[in-house]
């Protein structure tokens, strides 16, 4: 029987107090008799219309068939036809905008919880699977992977499964790239990473950490070293910041570096290798999952009180709603329609070996308010004149976008680049400029989602293969 229910089967999660001072996972996930009743919801549409809504086109009436049906593990391989990473999908896909928003039972109440379904089909294989995957004849064809985050993952093992031998190049000592350095720990667990390059490890796959594309290698030697295609999915790790007096204050960091300390480099432990500044009163720049993940993290570092300051309102913030929720559970508190000018420093004039010269010691703001739509019918953010005030803090995160790094096109000739400094790509198969060099993700775009990178990376995979193919 169809579950007509007009709404979603609620996730279970951590208490929002209890888990503000933890970095366990929130969300706990479905247990198998709420996944049962969540896939009763699916109506099983012949013209798929969530199929669509999915960058990588996961096949999703037929797994949550599966699931009605207690096959689990069924699921899990239709999934894995069309996605490497189905346990990241299922936490940090924003499923609410894609496949989830063309669902037909979203029209008249809530969609089928389709990410959450993913999560516990992906999650039940982690926990019962123990077969390994089978290991496609070799084809004999070579391909060089730069950068192991979603869009790299995805090209090696889509590559893979064809028979390419792959070798992956990750500049960091550990692979998963944005997905261990960036995404926190009660976001997206660490182990659950690695069980993901596990498996592609199990289908062939190489990866080579501490390996800096452009500084160990280059692009060219990369082709010397017999390898015929090269995927570039390096991601976009380079920070932007505001502009503003006192961005190079003590306690200022940007969201990237932020993270990377804790995240990667476990600075949350008693005794890190690489520390970080436990602030009391923190202040965030910016309303995007990173500036979410950032503030939540300063939380869980013990942090008193934490601010998102955003020029914007609500109605603009382009976090997920799951999220802004979660921090808004956990205390943060928003300044919403609040814009930085300033960030204050303290200075001893007297003393200049006076230990807290030089740190920050406040955030100066001004109100704003929304003017008249422009021509997109955006109505930006105008400064109300008078409002200055200052926020009372003592480290300040800059959360307001990144860029792609730009060391590989400062190393690779004829690799033709944007203003922004992302790769110039053909829409349709990631080719760049340099014939058998592709591209995708982060790299390309500047820094969006993880299944819009894996969709590039698998758009890169089949235009490899037809190139490798055709020669």
Request: with cysteine; proline share 6%.
């Amino acid at each position: 029987m169809p579950n007509m229910s007009l709404t979603k089967n609620p996730m279970p999660v951590q208490d929002p107090i209890e888990r503000g001072r933890n970095f366990k996972e929130v969300a706990l996930g479905y247990d198998e008799a709420t996944a049962l009743d969540e896939a009763a919801r699916c109506l099983n549409c012949k013209n798929m219309p969530c199929v669509n809504g999915c960058p990588v086109n996961i096949h999703i009436p037929e797994f949550i068939s599966k699931i009605k049906e207690c096959d689990f593990e069924g699921a899990y391989q239709v999934i894995n036809k069309s996605s490497s990473l189905p346990a990241v999908c299922g936490r940090v896909c924003p499923q609410e905008t894609q496949c989830e928003s063309k669902c037909v039972r979203g029209i008249k109440g809530e969609p089928v919880g389709i990410g959450r379904l993913e999560r516990f089909v992906a999650d039940w294989h982690n926990s019962h699977s123990t077969e390994a995957p089978e290991v496609p004849a070799p084809n004999g064809h070579r391909v060089a992977v730069v950068g192991s985050g979603p869009s790299g993952l995805t090209c090696a093992g889509d590559l893979a499964k064809l028979g390419y031998k792959v070798t992956v190049y990750e500049a960091l000592h550990l692979s998963g790239g944005v997905l261990v350095y960036g995404i926190p720990e009660f976001r997206l667990p660490k182990a659950i990473v690695q069980k993901e390059v596990e498996t592609l490890k199990a289908l062939g796959v190489d990866v080579e950490t501490n390996v800096v594309i452009g500084k160990t290698l280059t692009i060219d030697e990369l082709f010397e070293m017999g390898y015929e295609a090269v995927f570039i999915g390096s991601g976009a790790g380079l920070p932007r910041f505001m502009g503003i007096p006192g961005e190079s204050l003590n306690g200022v960091y940007s969201a990237n570096e932020f993270l990377t300390r804790s995240n990667l480099m476990k600075a949350y432990n008693s005794d890190p290798t690489t520390p970080i500044m436990h602030a009391k009163k923190v202040a965030v720049v910016g309303g995007g999952n990173v500036a979410m993940d950032a503030a939540r993290t300063a939380l869980r570092l013990g942090a008193e009180k934490v601010y998102i300051v955003y020029r914007r309102s609500l109605d603009e913030l382009p976090a997920r709603k799951e999220e802004v929720e979660h921090a808004m559970e956990e205390g943060i508190e928003f300044r919403l329609l609040n814009n930085p000018t300033k960030i204050l420093g303290y200075n001893n004039p007297d003393d200049p070996r006076d230990p807290k010269n030089g740190f920050v010691i406040g955030m100066e703001c001004i109100k704003m308010e929304l003017g008249e739509p422009d021509a997109s019918g955006r109505r930006s953010p105008v400064e109300i004149p008078g409002s200055e005030y200052v926020l009372d803090v003592d480290s300040v995160i800059i959360s307001i976008g990144t860029s792609p790094n730009p060391l590989i096109k400062s190393t690779t000739e004829g690799l033709e680049v944007n203003k922004r400094g992302g790769i110039v790509v053909e829409e349709n198969t990631g080719l760049t400029s340099r014939e058998g060099v592709y591209a995708g993700g982060d790299a390309v775009t500047g820094a969006a989602t993880v299944i819009l990178a894996m969709g590039a990376g698998k758009t890169a995979a089949k235009a490899i293969d037809e190139y490798l193919s055709s020669k």
